[in-house]
């Protein structure tokens, strides 16, 4: 699945109205739901808005081409993390997976991803 750990540190962003079209165009996510519009934004494009003690996400996105319609893939990569009490937030791109976890856990999640056999 060959995980790839991006460089810099993401933030979770939600806000009822919306956000700027600068700080919406940075985002590697955007999500709306009834509660308001989530972003994930890596952490220095969004210090505009963010509030100072934020919780930070490593990104690291699995380079193996996603199925949608694939059975528990990232179930197995979740439980594996989750039994060494790693906190992890999905999302499932038409591409690829991508995985965010404690920005002071990535090197840890780093060596699980790396030892899992699928």
Same mark, same amino acid.
């Given at each position: 699945?060959?995980? !790839?750990?991006?460089?810099d540190?993401?933030?979770?962003?939600?806000?009822? @109205?919306?956000?700027?079209?600068?700080?919406?165009?940075?985002?590697?996510? $955007? +999500? @709306?739901?009834?509660?308001?519009?989530?972003?994930?934004?890596?952490? /220095?494009?969004? %210090?505009?808005?963010?509030? @100072?003690?934020? /919780?930070?996400?490593?990104? &690291? $996105?699995?380079?193996?081409? %996603?199925?949608?319609? =694939?059975?528990?893939?990232?179930?197995?990569?979740?439980?594996?993390?989750?039994?060494?009490?790693?906190?992890v937030?999905?999302?499932? =791109? +038409?591409?690829? /997976?991508?995985? +965010?976890?404690?920005?002071a856990?990535?090197?840890?999640?780093? @060596? &699980?991803? !790396? %030892?899992? !056999?699928?």
């Open positions: 699945m060959f995980p !790839r750990l991006h460089k540190p993401y933030v979770f962003m939600t806000s009822k @109205k919306g956000f700027s079209a600068k700080i919406s165009a940075g985002a590697v996510m $955007t +999500f @709306k739901e009834n509660e308001g519009i989530t972003l994930i934004i890596e952490r /220095d494009k969004a %210090s505009v808005v963010q509030k @100072k003690n934020q /919780d930070t996400w490593a990104m &690291i $996105t699995l380079q193996v081409h %996603s199925d949608l319609n =694939a059975v528990g893939f990232l179930a197995a990569l979740t439980q594996k993390l989750a039994e060494a009490k790693i906190p937030n999905a999302v499932s =791109a +038409f591409h690829h /997976d991508h995985i +965010f976890v404690p920005w856990r990535r090197h840890e999640a780093m @060596k &699980i991803l !790396r %030892s899992f !056999r699928v």
